[in-house]
């Protein structure tokens, strides 16, 4: 382990994206292993959301719309979440939650695909991502019908059936990363068009829409953008597919929404992807986020992440070794997007415990521990420390305590 | 007018709810006129949305889903709204926009009325309800259609064709007010479900969705409930009808959300309204907003709400007599919510001079000066003050100042 804590060393010596750290609220001792579950603080959110409660929201009132230029957060956020993912100017907007998101992709996806009922996804994408498209059959009344195969065999299940094709590009459970391109030039073959969740994406590795020639894609807020607990979500739309139809299109999708028209009329770009009033104060939070991500160059967000992930794979091989964990998925990362999961059929009671010694990480069922890597705030010396007192906890067995395996509500 | 601001003097010094105007942040000299588009900021939304901040997510990150309770936020601020709306407890959660919630309430009622295709509404709704409509009409390709009909012939087009019937009770323009418990009998009686749109009722008017035996509603949080801009909005449905199908049902309206299963399984109870995950900091500004709402009491929110129009109707006599306004509706306001609009051929020059006066109102098209009323936070004598600051403007010609003719983006 000591040639591990010199090597960690030298490459948090080396790391350009050092000074990132000192940007975010993070209590000395802690280490967080689940920004992408929920990301840290920045610094600069307090007093942002304190400026848009006090200042916007209280003194401005119902005039901060036009002077704190409420009215353009959604779309303003959105440009500057473009950039992060490799999309053009317009085509993001932030709005809503990503589940509500999927929902109007979806629906726009099918409104451009006449004649095509299937949505595919593939087995095993998050939870979410199948409820929606369940609640999009149910509600056609049979007209729609999804589709769920296993995600090595999607490729032979695109045919002129199907509408569009939803996959998520890091899987939250094991980190495997999707070959965006690849997968949208098979769909675009077969006339299929395609969604990308990119909630384990933005912000965590270098996605490019615009050159992987994306049709839609929806992501987090709250993951590696920092925008706070249940910020809003955004949504892509290629500039070539915004007359398609958002479905869930109300006042603020409208092209003069404050013309109160009986009749709607989509406004003509990444706008008619809004729905109902912005939130406001999550926005304010999101902004930040997403503010400071696009200061940092995502190349080096990727290095660091593949350099993080590679030292903790190593690190964590005696314990692979000789208490139960099995890496889950491949060694070299270069596939996987920015976490990293182990097997342990005690996993559940390895989180806790690595909790009650100040390491965060997650559980996800039914038998993984996941630990995000965040490249902004995580130092490579957290790495370690994280995984030498994962080995006192097997060590000592501590891990088997009865309040380690009593489950949380929320795990 | 001097008789007027006596009797606005003895009103304000009888006034029960006077001790609430301390509870909020507003400027000394501003008259807001205009709670029923942003309700006003709450002295106690401020310290609420920093501990959300810097205690929740800054220091317990992840962990505050459990510690902090945000995964029960939802329905624990729908069980305090239920009260001011006369719901029960489990009958209503706080999630997504209103836009998003009528959609859901939508599908919800369609799922129970199998047979019947149509949605009934009347002409002049609040926009975002036609335009959610007729997103569902277009989704189902044809399936389902839509109707608009004079407000006046709603009863009359009740039929069996009619699925469902979406009404604000309380009309955002007009401020005319429906009878909640004749319609949903006159709808029940033809086998129709009713959507209420509380949007200016919740905690401006008294509404028993219980005892109106009401089958659906959603409604605001930033309007009367003073949640915040872009507030998460509620959902109301009735526990007889909670087998519904939510249709947009993401994860969180899963029965066991943390199990992460592929197959959606509703939550048994008013959760299964829920979509993705919460948006917590916007959640945290409107339980501070629905606790005060909830402490006062709405029959003398109501009394106080029909003094202060009587005293805006009778202080604008002589501007309805002299300088062109005409009162929207009958002054009897028995059988309007809580707010007063005038009609004005410079209806938006004169809002905008108003705003220079440092009165806040708001312009709604074509030629509607709407002023609102909160009982909370405002006094009789702003009511004098206000309509004497607007005889000024018009005895001055100053309303028509060039800067008072341009539109802003929001009006």
Known sequence: MSDLIQKAATLDAADPLAHFR???????????????????????????????VEQQWGEGLISSWNDADWVNAPSRIGDKIAPIIGAGEGEVIAADSTSVNIFKALGAALSLQEGRCVILTEE???PTDHYMMQGLERLSGGKISTKAVAGDAILDHLDTDIAVLLLTQVHYKTGAMR?????????????????????????AVEVDLT?????????????FLNGGPGAPAFIYVAKRHQHADAVLAGWFGHARPFAFEEQYDAAPGIERFLCGTPPILGLAALEVGTELMGKA??????AKSLGLADLLITAM???????????????DRTHYGSHVSFAHPHAYAMAQALKARDVIG????????????TPLYLRFEDVILAVSRL?????????????????????
């Not at 975010?24 to 400026?51: C, E, H, T, V």
């Not at 091989?317 to 060694?331: I, T, Y």
């Open 297 to 302: 160059d995502m190349n080096a967000v990727r």
């Open 22 to 52: 000192d940007k975010f609220a993070l209590r000395d001792g802690l280490i967080y292993l689940d920004g992408n579950s929920l990301g840290a603080l920045p610094k600069a959110s307090a007093a942002a959301m304190m400026a848009a």
């Open 211 to 223: 050159a992987s020639n994306a049709d839609f894609a929806i992501g987090c807020g709250y993951k």
């Open 317 to 331: 091989q005696p314990l692979c070794r000789d208490h139960g964990f099995a890496l889950v998925g491949e060694p």
């Open 124 to 126: 095993g994408n998050f």
């Open 391 to 411: 080995q006192a906890i097997c060590e000592s067995g501590e891990w088997d305590r009865p309040e380690f395996h009593a489950r949380a509500a929320v795990t």
């Open 362 to 373: 997650d559980f996800r069922e039914p038998n993984i521990l996941r630990l995000g890597l």
């Open 179 to 203: 070959d965006m391109a690849a997968i949208n030039r098979a769909a675009h073959e077969h006339g299929v068009l395609v969604i990308w969740d990119l909630s384990h994406s933005a912000g």
